[in-house]
């Protein structure tokens, strides 16, 4: 029975440990999912988390417009692009710039749910449905984004 317990504790640590990694790269809490590639990506994206939890999506969208510039292969600037883009109600840039952070991250949990949050309000849910699918599979420990956006979609149902 003791070696039974150790085998367990042991086998749960070494699960929790392999999925750390994925538990601390949250997106709905901290808009990212990724890590930047540069400093100055890095600069831009904390500025625009700043903005984003003030509310000042313009700010955001005008702070990171600047920063993809010179870092345009990075898919979280895309994903807090898009989110700006999408929180001022300009959704085909919201769209164009969530497209292009799935380009580079077609496991970017962030740009996933938001995507998909997104082609809700467009009234798009079957689109929604299939990024919740593929939510599924990138978080089969589960995850904020997917939950998110399972609850987004169960509200949008219930409401049409």
């Known amino acids: 029975m003791i070696k039974f317990n150790k085998l367990a504790a042991t086998t749960a640590l070494g699960l929790a440990l392999l999925a750390a990694p994925h538990a601390m790269a949250a997106g ?3 808009y990212s999912s990724t890590t ?3 400093k100055a990506a890095q600069t831009a994206l904390a500025d625009a988390q700043a903005k984003l939890k003030a509310d000042d999506f ?3 969208y005008a702070g990171l417009t600047k920063a993809v510039k010179s870092d345009d292969q990075n898919a979280d600037i895309h994903n807090l692009l898009g989110f700006s883009a999408r929180k001022m109600g300009q959704y085909d840039k919201s769209e164009q ?3 292009k952070a799935l380009s580079l991250d077609p496991n970017h949990k962030g740009a996933l749910e938001y995507m998909g949050e997104l082609y809700l309000t ?3 849910p079957d689109d929604a449905e299939q990024l919740l699918a593929k939510l599924d599979e990138v978080c089969w420990l589960g995850c904020d984004e997917h939950d998110t956006l399972a609850a987004a979609i ?4 219930a409401g049409n």
């Open 28 to 30: 709905s809490s901290d």
């Open 58 to 60: 313009a700010g955001a």
């Open 36 to 38: 930047s590639s540069s």
């Open 122 to 124: 467009l009234d798009r």
């Open 154 to 157: 169960t509200a949008y149902k």
């Open 97 to 99: 710039h969530y497209t």
